[in-house]
């Protein structure tokens, strides 16, 4: 077919002849061609900007980190920690405390052993202010994470310590019971010491990058294409069938729907998948969405007027038809919001999904006679009887601006109120909400981890995300009592008690929740979709290609 | 002569220094910083993000700061990535998109010297009309327009959709990039050929009886050529500025598309590398161009006394 295609299998047959030779002899290469089983993916919109996992933030540098490297347990397709490096962990009493012991194969590509002190090293990095890492509040439940981050507490005061080569002695400030969740996340990865400290930029090169997971790096061309082979130093590596994955770098959606459709690509998510064909790529079958944990929501600044009035908020909130809004404009399987906390989010108390265990605080359809009474009462609280000039803000994009208008429309016609728009340049829309320099914005929001905590407590009163400025006793009570326990049942009530306070008060509209889109031929099995809205192709293979 | 370039080199660094520091204080007069996004940092993380790329320093500091390392050729590290350092995302992007660039402007110049030249002395007929609509269309249809079409129709085995590598990988993109410039060229070309045709010293050279041909070498395209030269600069800065969409659009690993990406980054060292870098290189093209004149018209004398 394509030279593409001849380099490869040329490639792979070096490959496998060298491996062969490195067996010491067996069959002959010829007959091993066919069986070699290599996924070209498309999941890279740019070039991954940082393989070290401990400054890592994208998704395109997560995606290779998650398939490169292992962090203490993986994540199974329900959210829950499995085995990883780590095959067991016991946490104290009062949930303060756990030990991870390490398996005794894991092993990192270079052939080291995985030690207890590869993640007391990654974690004490990612805290230590000279690294300064984005994502160091990943690790501010340590105890003294946060205090060492901030340059008020000594590195050996950190709650994270071999205390052998294969056990892991992790302290936290008080019971986190998702923590458990965190440590599948590649920010909390380790990071082998030996390698790391001969040579501070062993990621930058896949010439001296060494992970743990089961793939490795073998090649990475700068804005061209990385590639990621088998490894053989994997503790599991009987689990993984892909030899090879092949990630080109894909900086154009509709470039990447054309490679699909002509087959150099076996599976890719948005990358490949222009937003403008969702609608009818999923109406034809080609594409496929799966619900995930993100809500899609527009904020309030309860500072300004007429903002600052609970019924006028949530007059504007009910005059909404969401059903309309995910089924004729967003039109990716999204579903209409019920409440804040997304679908796919469990209940821990109840192991049921959160969305199931509450009461839909918001109807599918716009409530407007309710709006209606709502806003002319919050008026006459306020004691105006007309609307001040109202803009809702946005960052430029086409999805953002067509439900935008689409709101504008509903709320002419629910609420008689004109609003205007006002789209932005992303950084400087970031820079205008954060300053409270609007009077509403959008914003989506993604789990840093799989528990409604996650959600809930953004909008405590000075909370950094908390760009509404909104500020409830109650509300900040009811997530301080549920951070301070282990116990899921209260855990899970008090923050059910403060959802509802939250949509009765409204400093935000929640609009829909997220689906996630992706194509994928039907020759790739085994592939898993994460709950953390990543995909893991440790396990996938092809099959009849 | 001499003289006329070194003057002109002081000038340029000039030049230089002038939009490195505009660039530099204009950059800053934009809202938003390197480290907003959706999840706001905490505090302190801020405080040690900002310390690390020296930002929280007063800007005066700042700008002595960078001017230093600047002299010493060395543009900093990209605030986005670890990876690569600004050096070298234009050490390993700049060679890819100067080849693309040059492919594009030996394609345009080539064909639209020749469409140009045809054109003209078809004035009015079949060719000349087809070669205009295809000038029109050049001018008229966008690069992000063209090339999904290019995509489509001739995308295939043989013609990568996208990447880099063969030259095969080249051709889709460096004739998508070359459409806007090459209608330029053939347009230009048509009416300056056109015009010297007209003029009194061509009617002689065609009265003594030189062959048709030599007439165009020697006379007519050697006159004709000049404002063909004079637009290479900005032509250059228009391939250059089109590199940003047809990168993006195949792939391609240049730098053109960081232009547009550490702006809507705030990455301030790629903003103020690819930019400085860019600068020098027009100023260069530029000055290239007016030394060109004088090999071509031994009328202009590139440093005489009339030029200073």
């Not at chain 2, 090339?147 to 993109?173: R, Y």
Request: glycine fraction near 8%.
């Amino acid at each position: 077919m394509s030279k593409h295609l001849t380099k490869m299998v040329a490639l792979l047959a070096i490959l496998s002849m060298t491996f062969l030779a490195a067996c010491g002899g067996g069959s002959d290469a010829g007959g091993t061609e066919e069986a070699k089983q290599v996924l070209n993916a498309g999941y890279a919109p740019s070039e991954p900007p940082d393989l070290n996992p401990n400054t890592a933030t994208d998704s395109t540098s997560g995606f290779v980190l998650r398939h490169t490297m292992e962090g203490l347990t993986r994540m199974s397709e329900d959210g829950q920690p499995i085995p990883g490096v780590a095959d067991k962990w016991e946490p104290n009493e009062d949930g303060t405390k756990i030990t991870f012991h390490l398996r005794d194969d894991a092993k990192w590509s270079n052939g080291d052993p995985v030690k207890a002190e590869d993640f007391e090293y990654a974690w004490k990095r990612v805290l230590d202010p000279e690294t300064a890492a984005d994502y160091a509040y990943q690790l501010f439940y340590l105890k003294n994470g946060e205090k060492y981050n901030a340059g008020k507490a000594d590195k050996d005061e950190v709650g994270v310590k071999a205390v052998d080569d294969k056990t892991l002695e992790v302290e936290l400030e008080k019971p986190t019971p998702y923590f458990m969740s965190l440590t599948s996340f590649y920010t909390l990865f380790p990071v082998n010491k030996s390698v790391a400290e001969e040579n501070k930029d062993w990621a930058a090169d896949a010439k001296t990058f060494v992970g743990n997971g089961p793939f490795k790096l073998k090649e990475w061309k700068h804005d061209e294409k990385l590639t990621l082979v088998k490894n053989e130093n994997y503790w599991n590596k009987g689990k993984v069938k892909l030899d090879q994955i092949n990630l080109p770098i894909i900086t154009d959606a509709k470039t990447g729907y054309q490679q699909y459709k002509s087959g150099e690509l076996d599976v890719g998510d948005s990358t490949i998948l222009p937003t403008e064909l969702v609608a009818s790529a999923l109406e034809k079958g080609e594409a496929k969405s799966d619900k995930i944990p993100a809500s899609y929501f527009y904020m309030f600044n309860t500072k300004e007027k007429p903002f600052n009035n609970a019924k006028i908020r949530k007059a504007f909130a009910l005059a909404i038809d969401r059903k309309s809004i995910v089924e004729n404009v967003s039109q990716g399987g999204q579903g209409p919001a019920t409440g804040f906390v997304p679908w796919q989010m469990p209940d821990h108390a109840e192991e049921k999904p959160w969305v199931e265990t509450r009461e839909d605080y918001l109807q599918p359809t716009a409530q407007a006679d309710e709006a209606k009474k709502l806003l002319e009462e919050g008026m006459k609280e306020e004691g105006i009887d007309k609307l001040p000039e109202i803009a809702i803000s946005y960052n430029t994009d086409e999805g953002h601006k067509k439900i935008a208008e689409a709101i504008q429309q509903m709320w002419k016609k629910n609420l008689d109120v004109d609003v205007k728009l006002n789209n932005m340049e992303w950084k400087v829309y970031l820079d205008k909400t954060k300053s409270g320099d609007y009077q509403i914005g959008r914003l989506g929001w993604l789990p840093d981890y799989i528990d409604p905590m996650t959600f809930m407590d953004m909008w405590v009163t000075g909370g950094g995300n908390n760009d509404t400025k909104w500020s409830n006793k109650k509300y900040d009570k009811l997530i301080k009592e549920a951070k301070s326990t282990d116990d899921q049942k209260v855990r899970m009530e008090k923050m059910h008690e403060a959802e509802e306070l939250l949509m009765e008060e409204m400093p935000i509209m929640p609009i829909y929740f997220y689906t996630q889109n992706y194509m994928q031929q039907d020759y790739v099995k085994g592939v898993k979709r994460l709950p953390d809205t990543s995909t893991d192709f440790s396990e996938a293979y092809l099959t009849g290609k | 002569m001499s003289r006329y370039i070194g003057k002109r080199l002081v000038l340029m660094l000039v030049t230089l220094w002038v939009i490195s520091t505009l660039t530099f204080v204009l950059m800053h007069s934009i809202p938003g910083d390197p480290f907003s996004s959706e999840k706001k940092l905490p505090k302190q993380t801020l405080e040690n993000l900002k310390a690390k790329y020296h930002l929280d320093e007063p800007l005066p500091v700042q700008y002595v700061l960078y001017m230093k390392n600047l002299v010493m050729f060395d543009l900093g590290v990209s605030i986005k990535s670890e990876t690569r350092t600004v050096n070298e995302y234009i050490s390993d992007g700049f060679p890819v998109s100067a080849e693309l660039g040059a492919y594009s402007m030996i394609l345009a110049l080539v064909l639209g010297i020749g469409m140009g030249v045809l054109a003209a002395f078809r004035q009015n007929k079949l060719a000349d009309y087809n070669v205009m609509v295809l000038a029109v269309l050049g001018l008229s249809v966008p690069s992000f327009v063209i090339a999904p079409f290019f995509q489509k129709w001739f995308g295939g085995d043989w013609l990568p959709l996208m990447g880099w590598g063969d030259f095969k990988h080249a051709i889709l993109p460096a004739v998508a990039l070359s459409f806007l410039p090459l209608a330029l060229v053939t347009r230009l070309m048509r009416s300056s050929m056109l015009e010297v045709m007209g003029q009194d010293y061509i009617r002689t050279a065609r009265s003594k009886g030189l062959p048709p041909w030599r007439v165009i070498t020697r006379h007519t395209l050697r006159n004709a050529i000049m404002p063909v030269v004079t637009i290479i600069g900005p032509l250059a800065v228009g391939i250059l500025t089109g590199s940003f969409v047809i990168e993006h659009i195949f792939s391609i690993p240049g730098i053109g598309k960081y232009f547009v990406d550490s702006v809507l980054n705030r990455d301030y060292s790629l903003i103020m590398g690819i930019t400085i870098f860019y600068s020098a290189l027009l100023i260069l093209v530029n000055f290239l161009v007016d030394l060109a004149y004088g090999l071509i018209d031994p009328r202009i004398k590139v440093g005489g006394k009339e030029a200073n």
